[in-house]
């Protein structure tokens, strides 16, 4: 069983940053995919941002030039670099294991979200 476990969410001015962090229990994760989510009070969940085993990545146009997603396969950890938040950004942030075949195709394992609130 993969387990996800998300950490580095907070309150945070509008303007500032933030890091997430997902660890994953198992070492499949070198080996997939792996994304972030977000979902905020009456939406629908989003993808944010998803990399691949070797590296390639993809971000939604809402946080391109301001996110950056990044992996440690040693470590078992994808990161999510937040700069230039904004108020829109404030969600609950999830981390999944996915496939990517030219884009990304999320697997049913999820981490328990981390909140992300951004203040104008």
């Given at each position: ?5 998300e950490?580095?969410g907070?309150?945070v001015q ?7 962090s ?16 977000r979902q ?5 969940r989003?993808?944010v941002?998803a990399?691949?085993?070797g590296?390639?990545?993809n971000?939604?146009d809402?946080?391109?030039g301001r996110?950056?997603i990044?992996?440690d ?14 108020p829109?950004?404030?969600?609950v ?9 030219g884009s ?6 999820w ?9 104008s």
């Open positions: 069983q993969v387990q996800l476990v950490s580095g907070g309150l509008a303007g500032g940053s933030l890091r997430l997902c660890a994953a229990s198992e070492t499949i994760f070198s080996i997939n995919a792996m994304g972030w989510y905020a009070p009456g939406k629908r989003e993808l941002a990399i691949a085993s590296g390639r990545t971000y939604a809402s946080v391109k996110f950056t990044s992996r396969n040693a470590k078992n950890t994808v990161y999510l670099q937040m700069n230039s938040l904004k829109e950004d404030t969600a942030y999830y981390c999944n294991i996915g496939l990517w075949t990304y195709s999320p697997y049913n394992y981490g328990q979200g981390t909140q992300v609130t951004v203040s």
